[in-house]
T-cell receptor, first 114, second 113 residues
């Protein structure tokens, strides 16, 4: 299994541009999550999904959108990028039967908005 | 609001010594606590978890202790190695059906050879 994969690894955007961060997992996990990590800080939850077709806001959802059309994919959309969205973005997943015990993380996407 | 925090932001140890990383939590309803290791440029990696009805759990070279009386969590790493150098996060699962985690800020562990 590849686990959780994210693309791209790095991206530089100009203010006002849009982009989609891709996330795919091959573990058949029901639950998927998007976090952002600012320098020297912990992870903050942006959006999460408990299954295909179901998404919900996390702690810091403003400026982002998500969709979950399949179990495997959970893309994160940034509309009108702002410098405050400069961060490292992590996607994670967890299984329904043992998800309370923790999540599996992807390698991250480092985004810079100039 | 509920939060998970760490007492020490940085910890420097000598190779072969034991390391102890501490974490305070405030949500008494949390039922699982998890420790993650994050190496530079990588995503967090699961180390060990502990359920709220336990006070100790051991893994390979790691032990997690949970003190619910003072809402304190610690990660002990035995015979610390240079490869253990990383940022360590504690996280709590506060229950509910969505398995959301609340993360602390992290402790940077540096192992000196």
């Amino acid at each position: 299994n590849a686990g959780v994969t994210q693309t791209p690894k790095f991206r530089i955007l100009k203010i006002g541009q849009s982009m989609t961060l891709q996330c795919t997992q091959d573990m058949n996990h029901n639950y998927m999550y998007w976090y952002r990590q600012d320098p020297g800080m912990g992870l903050k939850l942006i959006y999460y999904s408990v299954g295909a077709g179901i998404t919900d806001k996390g702690e810091v959802p403003n400026g982002y959108n998500v969709s979950r059309s399949t179990t495997e994919d959970f893309p994160l959309r940034l509309e009108l990028a702002a410098p405050s969205q400069t961060s490292v973005y992590f996607c994670a997943s967890s299984p329904r039967d043992s998800g309370r015990r923790g999540q599996f993380f992807g390698p991250g996407t480092r985004l810079t908005v100039l | 609001g509920e939060s998970v925090g760490l007492h020490l932001p940085t910890l420097s140890v000598q190779e072969g010594d034991n390391s102890i990383i501490n974490c305070a939590y405030s949500n008494s309803a949390s039922d699982y606590f998890i420790w993650y290791k994050q190496e530079s440029g990588k995503g967090p990696q699961f180390i060990i978890d502990i359920r709220s009805n336990m006070d100790k759990r051991q893994g390979q070279r790691v032990t997690v202790l949970l003190n619910k009386t003072v809402k304190h969590l610690s990660l002990q790493i035995a015979a610390t190695q240079p490869g253990d150098s990383a940022v360590y996060f504690c996280a709590e699962n506060s229950g509910g059906s969505n398995y959301k985690l609340t993360f602390g800020k992290g402790t940077l562990l540096t192992v000196n050879p």
